[in-house]
């Protein structure tokens, strides 16, 4: 019998099943496989498909899904009295020393900026004028938008940030009554009596597709009221120096009557030969005042909102949100009468944000939507002319719980707000990226445990808190674009410092 070996017996290439060269080089290969599913920009260099990137796939070949809202009736909703009182859910805070700091809250968050900025050429061009003061220039910015828009809360805090920056030139553009639930804008005082209907863009439908400024035109019966004013306390909104009254002239319009304190009751037709958008401007000392309008008959009384306005170099940020609403309820709107509202309104930037709503209807075919949002830039575009730039803003995140009970953004979302990247690239507007700014990924679950709280109990809508943060992103992502622009023309004002509180 020979001496067993003292020497280790090696293994067997079987014992390293993860070892050999062949399992290696295979492992190499799968991986090189893998890395185009990463990012949706490497798609070309897959190789087949995984199970979800079939199913989106196969999504953008079906049909777009077409909410029963999209589909409205033609008539008038009536409207209830109502007054625009803030609370703690639906309001910024009123003074300057109650202001949360959104630099605190969003130190993590950062803002990013705006893709696209040569198309804000005509924007930053307004904004030198009026910091040169030139005839007392005026930049008007109108802020289309679904229930955050409508609840003013992000066009709250620009409005406040632009014209602490810029100047107070009034606080904009107001619909004659709360056409929605959840109608709000902070900084004024505002109410209506009952005895208004409406015609709204998001339903009942006007037969002849002509809804204002803010996509609502309101029809009051004899002695139907509304009052619009200064705001009653707080630092913001205190002042106003001419109430412009938009309307609509017709063959068969009816009277209007204009009450200002201190001033005699006045009163104006709105009878014409011809169905064309007017404003009645009532012009008032600069200050604290008060405008209330009344129907007086004769007629078919067709108004849409009022603006307040002040005799200074400034900005106005009009906020223009409808409940519910989607890009697709704008394709109704009368091409000529938009033209008309922007040529009396006189806007130099039109921000679009919109996808919130569209992101409920799950897998959205991309085609379809893409020409869908094309075709609303188009319009906004073809309306506004030359004088005006146009942004496309994403919509805000959404959070929805996954399988395993964590908190993700919703992937239907998130595939919209690439899409109307595209569009905004193809159209040659401006984009900006509100998903990507508030955090991307996750975001609005992280801000619901948040202190203070700075997403609602919905993971949809932001808390009042929420919409500053929101609102400060937005506003640096412009003033820096501003900055930029203005080093490359010489001779443009430089960005003024910043408000102290």
């Given amino acids: 019998m020979t001496e067993a070996s003292s020497e280790p017996t090696p293994p067997s290439p079987v014992s390293r099943p993860f070892g050999g060269k062949t399992v290696v080089a295979f492992g190499i290969l799968l991986g090189l496989v893998a890395v185009p599913h990463l990012s949706d920009r490497l798609a070309r260099f897959r190789i087949g498909h995984l199970p979800w990137e079939k199913d989106l796939e196969e999504a953008d070949k079906r049909p777009a899904v077409t909410p029963p809202a999209a589909v409205p009736t033609v008539g008038e909703t009536q409207l209830s009295a109502s007054e625009n009182k803030g609370s703690v859910n639906n309001a910024l805070p009123s003074t300057k020393g109650d202001e949360l700091d959104p630099e605190v809250l969003a130190k993590n968050l950062g803002s990013v900026a705006v893709d696209q900025p040569q198309a804000l050429d005509a924007f930053y061009t307004s904004l030198a004028k009026t910091l040169k003061q030139d005839e007392k220039h005026v930049t008007r910015i109108l802020h289309y938008g679904d229930s955050v828009i409508t609840s003013d809360y992000v066009s709250g805090t620009m409005r406040r940030k632009m014209q602490a920056r810029f100047g ?39 037969k002849d597709g002509m809804y204002g400024l803010g996509g609502v035109v309101f029809h009051g019966t004899l002695g139907a009221s509304a009052f619009f004013g ?67 008959g004769k007629g078919d009384v ?37 033209e008309e509202q922007f040529a009396l309104r006189k806007p130099a930037l039109i921000v679009l944000q919109f ?80 998903w990507k700014a508030m955090g991307g990924e996750g975001a609005m679950g992280r801000w619901l445990n948040m202190k203070p709280q700075l997403c609602s109990g919905d993971l949809t809508h932001p808390t009042p808190a929420g919409a500053e943060v929101i609102g400060d992103l937005f506003y640096k992502a412009l003033v820096s674009g501003y900055e930029a622009w203005a080093s490359k023309h010489p001779g443009s004002p430089p960005l003024p410092p910043e408000a102290k509180k």
């Avoid at 107070?168 to 208004?196: E, K, P, Q, R, T």
């Avoid at 223009?320 to 989607?326: D, I, K, N, Q, T």
């Fill in 230 to 296: 200064t705001a009653q306390s707080g630092d913001y909104g205190r002042k106003v120096s001419r109430f412009d009254v938009y309307y609509m002239e017709q063959p068969n319009g009816g009277d209007v009557e204009i009450k200002v304190a201190g001033k005699e009751p006045e009163t104006f037709s709105t009878r014409g030969e011809t169905a064309v958008s007017k404003v009645h401007a009532v012009e008032v000392p600069d200050g604290e005042a008060k405008l209330t309008v009344r129907a007086m």
């Fill in 355 to 434: 996808g919130t709503n569209e992101s409920e209807d799950g897998f959205v075919n991309q085609a379809d939507y893409e020409k869908t949002v094309g075709a609303f830039v188009d319009k906004v575009k073809a309306a506004a002319g030359r004088d005006a730039s146009v942004l496309v803003a994403s919509p805000l995140d959404r959070a929805e719980k996954s399988a395993a009970g964590t908190m993700r953004s919703s992937k239907a979302l998130v595939r919209l707000v690439g899409f109307q990247e595209r569009v905004a690239k193809d159209k040659g507007v401006a984009f900006w990226n509100t």
């Fill in 168 to 206: 107070d030139a009034g606080h904009g553009f107001i619909l004659l009554a709360n056409g929605w639930d959840w109608y709000f804008h902070n900084d004024v005082s505002h109410g209506a009596s009952s005895g208004w209907t409406a015609n709204r863009i998001s339903g009942p439908l006007a």
């Fill in 302 to 338: 067709r108004l849409f909102g009022v603006a307040l306005e002040r005799d200074a170099a400034g900005v106005t940020y009009d906020a223009l949100g409808a409940l519910g609403a989607r890009a697709k309820m704008w394709e109704p709107m009368n091409q000529d009468h938009w």
